[in-house]
């Protein structure tokens, strides 16, 4: 896996380097064991526990990153290379806003030659090169205003990393991150100009087949990646679409 610079491409790093990871499997090995404290149930020791482990967060803390998720879309762009200098972004399900971070740094947005515009229901701190707000995607209105933001009216790249809050009934968990993945798509296959790409969040156990045949109409390529960063026992997956072949 290439990573060059701080996010594997573009130049205006703060520190670090995308690179502290080793992606031919040779992960830095952690081993913190914490202290069991009453105040914790176990489910919060073992996510604790899991983010001092985690090499991603570590690297993600290093290289001044909002979220260890912006290694996701650093290793999905590396492979398939859809950011590029002078795009349109809007990034659904921004915040923290590590995946704007990576999105500003590769479309040159702090520079004035791309854009990224981000929505996300919880408020995100201003990141340079990103113009956001503080807004629920599936309500009326959202999807003008994103489209007002965006030069010519159109993208190049519709990200999402929009995920509902989990209950822990795994059903109701799938139906609720489909819907905001179906909204997301219908969205992409109304604002995305030709040669466009989709990056969606989906989870395992299956794309829907009415989210997957929308999307093998319009684009050229429709495939499901699970990058190196998305940890295996989630159950996590995105799906890409490229090569958008223009409004229906
Ligand atoms: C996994 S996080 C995104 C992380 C982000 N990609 C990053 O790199 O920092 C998922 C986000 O989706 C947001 N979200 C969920 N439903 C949403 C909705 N209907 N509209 C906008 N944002 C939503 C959540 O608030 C949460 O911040």
Redesign the pocket.
Known sequence: MRMKGKSGRGSGSKKGSGSALDHSGGQRELNVRLKTARSRTPSSQRWLERQLNDPYVAAAKRAGF??R??YK?IEIDDKYRFLKPGGRVV??????????QIAAERVQSIAGRGQVIA????DMEPLAGVVSTT????EDGAETWLKDKLRDGAADVVLS????STVGHTKTDHLRIMM?AEAAAHFAGDVLAPGGAFLC?VFQGGTERDLLDFLKQRFAIVRHVKPPASRSGSAELYVLATGFKGRA
């Open positions: 909002r979220s998720a912006a879309l990034d659904l399900g921004a915040a923290p806003g590590g995946w704007s929505i996300d229901i919880l807004l629920d995607f599936m990393d929009m995920a509902a905001l969040k």
